[in-house]
């Protein structure tokens, strides 16, 4: 299983972003699918999760600004950010959990400045 993460970029606070994350593979729809993030000198977090069946679950951080949603006919995970805040700003990953195994994708920055 491969992922590529695509959207990320600089945006000022309160505007919005779309993550987008196309995974090849035939388990796709059989998987949790996740958006992960990482700031400087900080853990990685969860930011928001979807299972198979579309039941979501944030981080208390993002309630109510972030939506995680999912194709399954095109394999892709989105991650939609609104009223985005400074401490938003992170190295976001695309994650795939399917049988207890986790497969990443190659992180795309976020950056939410004025």
């Known amino acids: 299983v491969q992922l590529q993460a695509s959207g990320g970029g600089l945006v000022q606070p309160g505007g919005s972003l779309r993550l987008s994350c196309a995974a090849s593979?035939?388990?796709?729809?059989?998987?949790?699918g996740g958006w992960y993030r990482q700031a400087p000198g900080k853990q990685r977090e969860l930011v928001a999760v979807?299972?198979?069946?579309?039941?979501?679950n944030y981080a208390d951080s993002v309630k109510g600004r972030f939506t995680i949603s999912r194709d399954n006919a095109k394999n892709t995970v989105y991650l939609q950010m609104n009223s985005l805040k400074p401490e938003d700003t992170a190295v976001y990953y695309c994650?795939?959990?399917?049988?207890?195994?986790?497969?990443w994708g190659q992180g795309t920055q976020v950056t939410v400045s004025s």
């Open positions: 593979g035939s388990i796709f729809r059989f998987a949790i």
């Open positions: 994650n795939l959990n399917f049988a207890s195994r986790d497969f």
């Open positions: 979807i299972n198979g069946q579309s039941s979501t």
